[in-house]
């Protein structure tokens, strides 16, 4: 299986400032053939089922705030929201959907420091 | 719109059965590949099983292979999860989920999530 670990674990930043996550695969999840990364981040608010907010590594979903955004390519991986707000306090999770069974991070929960 | 309805929480015994389910509606059910995912509490997400309702190809992560069954019920737009014999250690809740289109593989609809309780 593809292991993925996030870090931090948890992290706290103060509203209206940038918060960055980083995930990291312990093999490629870059399909050369078609020069994808297979990964997506998800948004799991307090008492919600998750939320999909990036796809193929850097691709916003759809209704997904502009403040959100993915980067990275291989195994190293960064989601980034540029101006925290009060509604992004939530657990966030990395998956790679390049290998079966489509593993996840264990999470990084973000607070408001 | 897009929606995935599972069925409403449970509490068991150990060694009790139960299937829960998920209806999907607003799209083609048949076309689109839905998973099941474990979160236990306060921990993280666990990918059990994916199924294609379409021809029933269902796909189990190794951890699960053998303790749970995923089917598919594409008249009624209906998956599935089943136990045979529930453990305490089941205590979860537990989400369906729908893959974007094709080979994605990243699920951009989730169900609202089913709580199991198993407890003597």
């Known amino acids: 299986d593809i292991v993925m670990t996030q870090s931090p674990d948890s992290l706290a930043v103060s509203l209206g400032e940038r918060a960055t996550i980083n995930c990291k695969s312990s093999?490629?999840?870059?399909?050369?053939?078609?020069?994808?990364?297979?990964l997506a981040w998800y948004q799991q608010r307090p008492g919600q089922p998750p939320k999909l907010l990036i796809y193929?590594?850097?691709t916003r979903e759809s209704g997904v705030p502009d403040r959100f955004s993915g980067s990275g390519s291989g195994t190293d991986f960064t989601l980034t929201i540029s101006s925290l707000q009060a509604e992004d306090v939530a657990v966030y999770y990395c998956?790679?959907?390049?290998?079966?069974?489509?593993?996840f991070g264990q999470g990084t929960k973000l607070e408001i420091k | 719109e897009v929606q995935l309805v599972q069925s409403g929480a449970e509490m068991k015994k150990p060694g009790e059965s139960l299937k829960i389910s998920c209806k999907g509606s607003?799209?083609?059910?048949?076309?689109?590949?839905i998973g099941w995912v474990r979160q236990m509490p306060g921990k993280g997400l666990e990918l059990m099983g994916i199924?294609?309702?379409?021809?029933?190809?269902?796909r189990y992560s190794p951890s699960f292979q053998g303790q749970v069954t995923i089917s598919a019920g594409k008249s009624i737009s209906t998956a599935y999860l089943q136990w045979s014999s529930l453990k305490a250690s089941d205590t979860a809740m537990y989400y369906c989920?729908?893959?974007?289109?094709?080979?994605?593989?990243?699920?951009?609809?989730w169900g609202q999530g089913t709580l199991v309780t198993v407890s003597s």
């Open positions: 199924i294609y309702p379409g021809d029933s190809d269902t």
């Open positions: 193929w590594a850097s």
């Open positions: 998956q790679q959907h390049y290998g079966t069974p489509h593993t």
């Open positions: 093999q490629s999840v870059l399909y050369s053939s078609n020069n994808k990364n297979y």
């Open positions: 989920a729908r893959w974007d289109s094709g080979d994605s593989g990243y699920f951009n609809f």
């Open positions: 607003g799209y083609r059910f048949t076309s689109h590949w």
